[in-house]
């Protein structure tokens, strides 16, 4: 199947700072990316869905200028989490999928634990 | 609102053939059917998409049936290390890129010794 990476697999920041996770398609272009966060035993939740060339669309609830998106290239999406606080640390997860095909590829998701 | 219902939790033992059905009442003509692994700490892995009748692969078995409304997922032989939430989910591709896949809770299946 498709490859989807992320970087970094773990941050660990102050709170108050900034943090910027990276998701790539490694051998597929993808106009279209998803953000999802996932508390501990719990499910994934969709935060965003992040549009080559354009801005993002936000899941109701979620702040677009704390979760900032970026998808400046057709296998580069962004998410910054601005001025992170202790109850924004959470596996944050991304997801793309080929052109014209109805499979979707997961990342292998981001710790972020805010201090 | 997720699209889709599972059972929240399975046990099995080693060696048994595990069946995890998902209810999709509102399954869209376009939409496809996935099942998603996903291990503590990793990102959801695929293991198989279909849109009607059976689908098959190495590593498990897909059963729809003619009204979609639902479909089986199918481990045959399964193991310790298919211990692991399972999560069933409906969406198609579009024009300009692709429909949201809004993941519901999930079955958690335990393989016992």
Excluded at chain 2, 16 to 42: G, L, M, R
Aim: glycine share 6%.
């Amino acid at each position: 199947g498709a490859v989807v990476s992320q970087h970094p697999s773990w941050v660990i920041c102050k709170s108050g700072t900034s943090v910027k996770i990276e998701c790539r398609s490694l051998d597929f272009q993808a106009t279209t990316m998803f953000w999802y966060r996932q508390f501990p035993k719990q499910s994934l939740m969709l935060m965003a869905t992040s549009n080559e060339g354009s801005k993002a669309t936000y899941e109701q609830g979620v702040e677009k200028d704390k979760f900032l998106i970026n998808h400046a290239s057709l296998t580069l999406s962004t998410l910054t989490v601005t001025s992170a606080h202790p109850e924004d640390s959470s596996f944050y997860i991304c997801s793309a999928g080929p052109r014209r095909s109805d499979t979707q590829y997961f990342g292998p998701g981001t710790r972020l634990t805010v201090l | 609102l997720a699209k889709t219902t599972q059972p929240i939790s399975m046990d099995s033992y080693e060696g048994q053939e595990v069946n995890i059905t998902c209810s999709h009442n509102n399954i869209a003509t376009n939409d496809y059917i996935t099942w998603y692994q996903q291990f503590p700490s990793q990102g959801p892995r695929f293991i198989i998409q279909g849109y009607k009748t059976k689908v098959k692969n190495e590593v498990a078995s897909l059963f729809i049936p003619a009204d979609r409304k639902s479909s089986t997922l199918s481990l045959p032989r399964v193991s310790l290390s298919d211990t692991a939430v399972y999560y069933c989910l409906v969406g198609a591709s579009d024009y300009g890129g692709y429909n949201k896949l809004i993941f519901g809770a999930g079955t958690r299946l335990a393989v016992h010794p």
